[in-house]
Structure formats: structure tokens, C-alpha cells
């Protein structure tokens, strides 16, 4: 078996075991019909089992545990999936997702996918930079100027935001300044020999920790938004931001709100693409404050309503 092909097993045991307790023989049947099961086993030999357990745990640092009394194996995702980096878990999930459509190569006209915008061919060439802390000459497309443009870049972190790669750092065109560039918006990327340190105390958590996405143009505050019971189904299982917090019933009732909706909290900035994503929710959410924030939904209401109602 190749590594590759051994590689594809290893993210089918944490797939196949990870989705609940699971009995050897449970184990078996599963591999039997797997369509990576390449020489037709009807059961996953024991030697190897337990070989790629062990290859696992030192790969991965996941440990398959087995519960002897009961006879099941398990994955404790409390103890391991959880604590996993987000690198880690950014790079086991998008295998596992590959696995999982190997495992169906008979359903790809019953999988629809959204298409990935370009730049991620300049993701090594960034990477290396980074760790080797040199700089980079980037032609970079502005969207406001609608003209292309060089810069001398000095990368300090990548980000993913809605399936768009991002690289935040020190351009030559804004020096003293820590900014954020759309991969997808780079026409020409060289690396360079010329060397280049990240200011001390730079933490890319920290640097977007009070913001929604990549956009940084607004100052982090607090702010309550009203949710009708549906939206608040969604805000409750994927949160706007990690500072969400549902007010209790009787902090909520001090503002004028719908005897049935919910009050969530924030402190986070104000910026485009968070204010974009309140509007995805349309009249399902109401920004109670800051004043300014609820002002300027309630004219960006009006104007859509403006352009509806054109004759």
C-alpha cells in the first residue's frame, strides 16, 4: 500500500471512529464496503488496526481508546478533537472531507459545491515567506483605483474567511501600518532575499479578535441586537462572534423589544461585512445599540425600500 493510500486509511479510521462508539466488528463492516479498501478485506486486519492506531496517535496526536468492559473503541472528542489547534483541525477536516467524497465517487452529479475564487496557487510562495521572514514583490489589483499596482510586502499571518484566502502585514504603499490583501486580488507574486521582522507583540488572534471578518474600518463596541425566536435558533448554533452572549429574560425586558424575542451582546466592531451579514437576516434582527449602528440599518432599510418601490 502506498503512503498516500495509507495516509486515505488514517483519515478514514478518525472518520469511521469519531462518529460514535464503535465495536471492532462494527469497524469491519464499515471497511468491508469502503470504497478505499482497495484488496476487497472483509474485516480490518488486527495487526494493522492497532499499528495505525499507534502511527495515529503519533501523527495526529489522537488517541483511538478501546473500552474494554463495554467492547467499543472512541475517539474522546472533548480531550482530543477540541484541543486540536485550528490549523490542525482546518487540515484533518478538509482530508476527512476528501475522504468522505472518495467514498462516493458515485455521487458527484448529487454534490453541489461553491466555487473557491482564485489566489490560493500564491499559498506556498506566502507560507515560506512567512517562516522564512522575507519579503515579498506583489502586483496587486485595487478594486478602488481599478488599476494594478507593486508593493514590496512583509507578511505576517494568513486568514480564511468565507472560503477567501486572506495575508495581513506591511506593505512598501503603507508603511507603519498593518493591512489585509484578498489572495484572489494578487496578479503576480516573487519572493524575495530581503529580510524582515514582525513588530513585537503582534498576534494575529488578537489583531481580529474584536471583528467579524478581514475588514478593520470601524472600533470595537458593544452592542445588543434583538432576534426573532427563528434567527436566534441560527445565532445559537453558529455565532456571530465568539463575544455572543444570550442577555437572560430580565436583562432583555429593559429594552423594548417583542415579549418573544431574544437579546443577544456583542463586543465586536461595527464593519462592513459584520453589518452585511446582519442584513442577511433581514427583518429577523434589530440592532438595539449603539444608536449610531440601529441609525444607519434603518437608512439602509429605507433606501432599499426607495429602489423597490421606483416606478
Known amino acids: 500500500m502506498s503512503p498516500a493510500q495509507v495516509f ?6 478518525i472518520d469511521t471512529i469519531s462518529s460514535g462508539h464503535l465495536s471492532k466488528e462494527d469497524i469491519d463492516r464499515r471497511w468491508a464496503h469502503s470504497a478505499i479498501n482497495e484488496y476487497g478485506e472483509q474485516a480490518f486486519p488486527a495487526r494493522k488496526f492497532h499499528r495505525y492506531k499507534e502511527d495515529i496517535l503519533i501523527l495526529f496526536g489522537i488517541n483511538i ?7 467499543y473503541y472512541y475517539i474522546d472528542s472533548e480531550d482530543d478533537l477540541h484541543e486540536w489547534g485550528d490549523m490542525r483541525r482546518y ?18 452529479d448529487s454534490i453541489l459545491f461553491e466555487s473557491i475564487p482564485e489566489g490560493t496557487q500564491y499559498l506556498t510562495t ?12 506583489i502586483t496587486y489589483h485595487s ?6 499596482y507593486d508593493m514590496f510586502f512583509s507578511p505576517y499571518c494568513l486568514r480564511v474567511f468565507k472560503q477567501r484566502w486572506y495575508v495581513v502585514g506591511e506593505a512598501s504603499t503603507h508603511l507603519g501600518e498593518t493591512r489585509v490583501y484578498a489572495l484572489d486580488r494578487i496578479c503576480d507574486i516573487h519572493a524575495l532575499d530581503n529580510d524582515y521582522s514582525i513588530p513585537a507583540g503582534f498576534s494575529p488572534k488578537a489583531f481580529f479578535s474584536n471583528y467579524y471578518g478581514v475588514f478593520r474600518n470601524a472600533t470595537p463596541c458593544l452592542m445588543h441586537i434583538e432576534a426573532s425566536p427563528r434567527a436566534a435558533l441560527f445565532l445559537r448554533s453558529l455565532p456571530l462572534h465568539a463575544s455572543q452572549r444570550e442577555l437572560p429574560q430580565h436583562q432583555a425586558e429593559t429594552f423594548a423589544i417583542d ?53
Not at 486515505?8 to 479510521?13: E, G, R
Not at 481508546?65 to 467492547?71: A, E, G, L, Q, T
Request: hydrophobic share 40%; proline share 2%; charged share 25%.
Open 8 to 13: 486515505k486509511v488514517y483519515i478514514w479510521l
Open 65 to 71: 481508546r478501546c473500552n474494554r468492559s463495554r467492547n
Open 91 to 108: 487540515v484533518i477536516s478538509a482530508f476527512t472531507f476528501k475522504a468522505t467524497l472518495d467514498e462516493a465517487e458515485d455521487m458527484q
Open 126 to 137: 506566502i507560507m515560506r515567506a512567512i517562516r522564512a521572514r522575507k519579503q515579498l514583490l
Open 143 to 148: 478594486y478602488d483605483r481599478n488599476t494594478d
Open 259 to 311: 415579549a418573544d424575542s431574544v437579546v443577544f451582546e456583542y463586543f465586536v466592531a461595527p464593519t462592513l461585512d459584520f453589518i452585511q451579514q446582519l442584513r442577511t437576516f433581514g427583518a429577523e434582527l434589530r440592532v438595539l445599540d449603539p444608536l449610531s449602528l440601529a441609525k444607519q440599518m434603518q437608512q439602509d432599510a429605507q433606501q432599499l425600500l426607495q429602489r423597490y418601490t421606483r416606478h
